[in-house]
């Protein structure tokens, strides 16, 4: 069987993908000149190839003729290919915004679902058929099941003191839902960070590309403090929230992937004015305490950490929903899932060349 990815220059998708291909084995095309760098960089075990236009990865993808074209976003339109392959869909993250559920699932041939939250919402807006989906786990989060990473280890590669308690700030990107908290909040999470802490700030990677004005504000801010250290166009959240003792999210896959770690969390609500947000897109935030007025983030931080078990059964429930069997084997359940979907399909397409002839 010959399996290839598709990745543009989205590089926070790569760990939705990379694991899985270093599995099931395959080849990684994309348009994206840093997303190439990290592949080369980081996975050299994964073969990748950079072709500048959809005309050159179209005509690539014509010779390979994969049997599958695993993608973490809605490509398959982008990519237009003319053979006939099946399109399987990976996703990039858990979250539950609703770009998540959205109506393109339906264009592919095979989800892989992270767990039963998932399973139940898509279900729900009738987005699964009965052999369309596999509930496999999350293979970007199997290095934390596995034990791979130390907390002291991670702040001291970033340049911070372990002794300290150590907090990451990680929101989303802005857009037009008001899921950011970086216009309301994120000045004084910055600007106010109490004497003994290290903060931690990594920016959705979008941030630097499409939201210069918030960027430069976060880039200044840090540079006023060195217990900040500032990750701006980093790849993969999984390894840099091992060093954090507490979570500041808003609405984000972060803060699903940070249950993972079993420790506590701040919310902040972003919204600039009374805006109704959906309770399904909120849901994580019964995980910790919810901040929406300004003045009160650092207050509700300290708590927080000196009570780290006050949501710790919340937030054991919630992972256990967000994530099928956290044992550290997503990426090889994910591979069988691939496989056994391709030679079902391609016995399914023996037998009607069989029926044809007869």
């Known amino acids: 069987m010959l399996f290839a990815y598709y990745v543009d220059n989205s590089i926070h998708q790569i760990p939705s993908f990379i694991y899985i291909a270093k599995v099931l084995g395959g080849t990684v095309l994309t348009d994206g000149p840093d997303a190439i760098k990290i592949l080369r960089q980081d996975f050299p075990d994964v073969a990748a190839e950079f072709y500048a236009t959809r005309a050159e990865l179209q005509q690539r993808l014509a010779e390979l003729q994969p049997e599958a074209i695993i993608q973490t976003d809605y490509s398959k339109a982008f990519l237009n290919v003319k053979f006939d392959t099946a399109h399987i869909q990976v996703f990039h993250g858990t979250s539950d915004k609703t770009y998540g559920y959205s109506s393109q699932v339906r264009e592919y041939d095979l989800l ?127 390894p840099i929230m091992a060093g954090a003792d507490l979570l500041i999210a808003d609405i984000s896959s972060v803060a699903h992937e940070f249950l993972c770690f079993d420790r506590p969390f701040v919310f902040l609500d972003p919204r600039p004015f009374p805006f109704p947000f959906g309770k399904r897109k909120t849901w994580v ?26 949501y710790a059964e919340k937030r054991r429930s919630a992972r256990d929903e967000v994530f099928y069997q956290p044992d550290g084997r997503a990426a090889e359940r994910a591979a069988e899932a691939i496989r056994n979907f391709v030679e079902k399909r391609r016995k399914g397409r023996r037998k009607a060349v069989d029926n044809d002839r007869d």
């Open 112 to 238: 892989l679902l992270p767990g039963e939250r998932a399973y139940r919402t898509m279900a729900a807006v009738s987005l699964l058929k009965q052999d369309n989906y596999a509930i496999i786990g999350y293979p970007k989060a199997d290095r934390v099941f596995n034990g791979e990473f130390s907390r002291d280890g991670t702040v001291q590669k970033l340049g911070l003191d372990p002794a300290l308690p150590t907090v990451l700030y990680a929101p989303t990107w802005q857009d037009s839902k008001f899921n950011t908290s970086l216009p309301k909040f994120g000045a004084e999470v910055l600007s106010q960070l109490p004497a003994g802490y290290n903060l931690i700030v990594k920016l959705h990677p979008n941030t630097k590309r499409y939201d210069r004005k918030n960027y430069r504000m976060v880039e200044s801010l840090a540079k006023q403090n060195p217990r900040i250290k500032l990750l701006g166009y980093e790849y993969d959240v999984i």
């Open 285 to 310: 935030w019964q995980c910790g305490p919810v901040v929406k007025e300004k003045g009160q983030v650092w207050s509700e931080v300290k708590a927080a950490l000196v009570h780290p078990e006050a």
